[in-house]
């Protein structure tokens, strides 16, 4: 009984190797970007972020969990300011709300890991008010703006260095209706 399964086992093995062997054999010619951008490699079609969104399209997300064409901005360690390489971002996030009226928006403010989780989610609500205030100072009605923070509940890189640590301490900026 024992042979008749090793047999067995033996021979599933020996059909799954050649079935794989067969299926990696084949040849397909790969179109390259070069070949699908006419001729410019890496180049599409140009398009405005703005083109991409008209305000209720709350499905999207370009970077972190912030409802795309809009863009999160990221902090310094333990602070609750806007570092200037990131005026650019909450400026366009801001210039889109003002060109769509209807639309609503939530700061969620994060952190990394490190502190307490009460240190933390007061950390988040900071930096989800100072970017409510830069884009109220901008044009953008408050009343259309909500704040949440999840200090350090909700990473997007679970790794524990400067890397992982720089990508969670930021605003997301979601779309809500």
Request: hydrophobic share 40%; proline share 2%; glycine share 10%.
């Amino acid at each position: 009984m024992k042979r008749g399964i090793m047999q067995y086992l033996a021979m599933a093995c020996v059909v799954a190797s050649l079935s794989l062997l067969a299926g990696g054999c084949a040849k397909q010619k790969v179109q390259s970007d070069k070949d699908m951008a006419g001729g410019k490699a890496g180049m599409g079609q140009e398009e405005s972020l703005a083109s991409k969104w008209v305000g209720g399209d709350s499905g999207a997300v370009l970077e972190g969990r912030t409802t795309a064409p809009m863009l999160p901005i990221y902090f310094d360690f333990d602070k609750s300011d806007i570092r200037a390489d990131q005026n650019d971002r909450i400026k366009k996030n801001g210039e889109l709300l003002i060109g769509s009226a209807q639309a609503r928006v939530r700061v969620e403010g994060n952190t990394d890991e490190r502190g307490t989780n009460e240190y933390n989610m007061a950390l988040g609500e900071r930096r989800a008010v100072t970017a409510v205030k830069y884009l109220v100072n901008m044009g953008v009605a408050e009343s259309r703006i909500d704040t949440l923070s999840f200090g350090e509940e909700k990473p997007l890189n679970l790794g524990h260095d400067e890397m992982a640590w720089s990508q969670n301490r930021r605003d997301d900026f979601v779309i809500v209706k």
